[in-house]
């Protein structure tokens, strides 16, 4: 039995640690995850996040996040320390989980290194989409949840939920160009990535993809959504 990746994408503040909390609620309260584990499809249900996945990961996340200091870090350093915590995300946590039978929700993934450094910081996408292949030896996402929403209001919303990291003080033009990236890549990968729009509220977006979810558990699975236990 092999396991499942979800990923949840898209710019800064367009909600996806919300609805990845949400999900995984959702999964337990609606009785997909006990009707998925009762037939031997899912062995459990995890979250993870990139950067930071991984306790080497988190303190890459730390150099990639923390405030701006005097030296500026150059985009390729920047696009190889997102690469790094991929590699020890992929060989240490997520292939392990994904062979064990793990249903695995990811906060962004590789869509996100093609969005910001190869749109935002402008660096080449097919050096990128290698760089991609090293760090995850090919390991793609089952499905990707594209959190569709403008880059001006995901940065409103960052800004009202407190401080700001490193890549959220880019400015909006940068924000701008990761949003385009998004939109290239669904285009590019309209089978894996699946867009939501993210510009709704809270509980309407996660009815699109609790929808979303419940199209792919019966295409993977074939199984029929479980009785509303509400
Ligand atoms: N649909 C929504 N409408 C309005 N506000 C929202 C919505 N979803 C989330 N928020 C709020 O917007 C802020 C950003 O949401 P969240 O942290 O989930 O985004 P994110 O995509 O994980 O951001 P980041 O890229 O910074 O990790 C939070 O304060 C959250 O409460
Ligand atoms: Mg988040």
């Known amino acids: ?119 935002g910081r402008g660096i080449d996408l097919s050096l990128i989409t290698q760089l991609n292949d090293i760090a995850t030896s090919g390991l793609q996402s089952d499905l990707t949840l594209w959190l569709d929403l403008d880059a001006a209001t995901g940065l409103t919303r960052t800004r009202q939920r407190g401080s700001i990291d490193r890549i959220e003080q880019a400015d909006l033009s940068f924000h701008q160009r990761v949003q385009q990236g998004f939109t290239a890549l669904v285009q590019c990968h309209p089978q894996r990535i699946t867009r939501i729009d993210a510009t709704l509220t809270e509980t309407e977006v996660a009815e699109q993809i609790q929808a979303a979810l419940g199209q792919r558990f019966a295409q993977w699975y074939g199984t029929e959504r479980p009785e509303d236990k509400g």
Request: glycine share 10%; with cysteine; net charge negative.
């Open 1 to 119: 039995m092999r396991g499942k990746l979800i990923v949840f994408e898209g710019v800064e503040g367009c909600g996806k640690t919300t609805q990845l909390q949400r999900s995984q609620q959702w999964l337990v309260d609606s009785g997909w995850q006990s009707l998925l584990q009762a037939k031997g499809y899912v062995q459990q249900i995890i979250t993870t996040r990139e950067p930071g996945g991984t306790e080497l990961g988190s303190k890459v996340r730390q150099l990639l996040l923390e405030e701006p200091t005097a030296e500026m870090m150059q985009s390729r350093t920047e696009l190889l320390l997102y690469a790094a915590d991929r590699a020890q995300h992929v060989d240490g946590y997520l292939t392990p989980h994904l062979s064990q039978g793990a249903l695995i929700l990811c906060d962004r993934y590789t869509d996100s290194t093609i969005a910001y450094q190869g749109y």
